[in-house]
């Protein structure tokens, strides 16, 4: 174990688009990062590279996050390095469409234990360090403003972030006053081909803020809770006014 002066950030899915933004981000705030990654060894090592030219004491590990065994594994391994838990950032993920009524309990298992089962026995496994230390630590989950709407052909996923949500939620009372715990909920940040069959500038016409996201965008929320130390249980939802 590293006795640290400095704060350590305990992150899954730092390796995709979003997460790495998200990770340099917290990275340039001082915090050391250990982060996942499950199927892109060649991108997470990018990720870590480009992460430690801010933090170098950053490291990374394999985890399938639908495998409680594999992140009571990850938790063991950051245990031995390091003394102190201040921010738990839940950002990976699995999507794909899955029309009705012809979904199989194999894509179901697929989306609901990557995002929901993984995300809650993270946020475990977390609190477990979090609510024994002298000082208050964060949680903040990623899900989606999906939870808030009905979309055809992802009732697993829409329904996994719903489930996230109300997670969020749950922790938030129990573990306070100790742990703060709050969602990001972005919208729109880049179009998705599989999920968002619109283009892009039929997309815009749906957001009253005429345009996209943008990563930045939800990297300063992510900052914005980190420097709020009176915000618990809330879903924070950047997304350009599209749920109007």
Same mark, same amino acid.
């Given at each position: 174990?590293?006795?640290?002066?400095?704060?350590?950030?305990?992150?899954?899915?730092?390796?995709?688009?979003?997460?790495?933004?998200?990770?340099?981000?917290?990275?340039?705030?001082?915090?050391?990062?250990?982060? !996942?990654?499950?199927?892109?060894?060649?991108?997470?090592?990018?990720?870590?590279?480009?992460?430690?030219?801010? /933090?170098?004491? /950053?490291?990374?590990?394999?985890?399938?996050? /639908?495998?409680?065994?594999?992140?009571?594994?990850a938790f063991a391994a950051f245990r031995q390095q390091f003394d102190r838990l201040d921010l738990l950032i839940t950002s990976a993920s699995n999507f794909f469409n899955t029309p009705l009524p012809d979904i199989t309990e194999e894509e179901w298992d697929s989306l609901v234990d990557t995002n929901l089962k993984g995300t809650f026995f !993270?946020?475990?496994?977390a609190v477990k360090i979090m609510r024994k230390q002298p000082f208050v630590s964060r949680i903040i989950t990623m899900t989606d403003i999906s939870a808030e709407l009905v979309w055809r052909n992802f009732a697993p996923y829409t329904v996994s972030k719903a489930g996230i949500q109300h997670l969020t939620r749950i922790f938030a009372k129990e573990f306070a006053p100790a742990v703060l715990v709050n969602s990001i909920a972005p919208g729109t940040i880049t179009l998705n081909p599989d999920k968002d069959m619109d283009s892009e500038e039929e997309m815009i016409k749906k957001i009253p803020l005429k345009r996209l996201g943008d990563p930045l965008d939800i990297v300063k929320s992510i900052t914005f809770l980190l420097e709020s130390d009176y915000i618990t249980g809330q879903i924070i939802k950047i997304e350009g006014g599209r749920l109007l």
């Open positions: 174990m590293k006795p640290s002066g400095k704060k350590v950030c305990f992150m899954t899915g730092a390796s995709g688009i979003l997460g790495s933004e998200i990770a340099l981000s917290v990275a340039g705030q001082g915090y050391i990062i250990f982060f !996942t990654w499950h199927s892109s060894e060649k991108r997470a090592s990018e990720t870590l590279e480009k992460i430690r030219w801010i /933090s170098p004491e /950053s490291q990374m590990i394999r985890c399938d996050v /639908s495998k409680t065994g594999d992140i009571i594994n !993270t946020m475990q496994e």
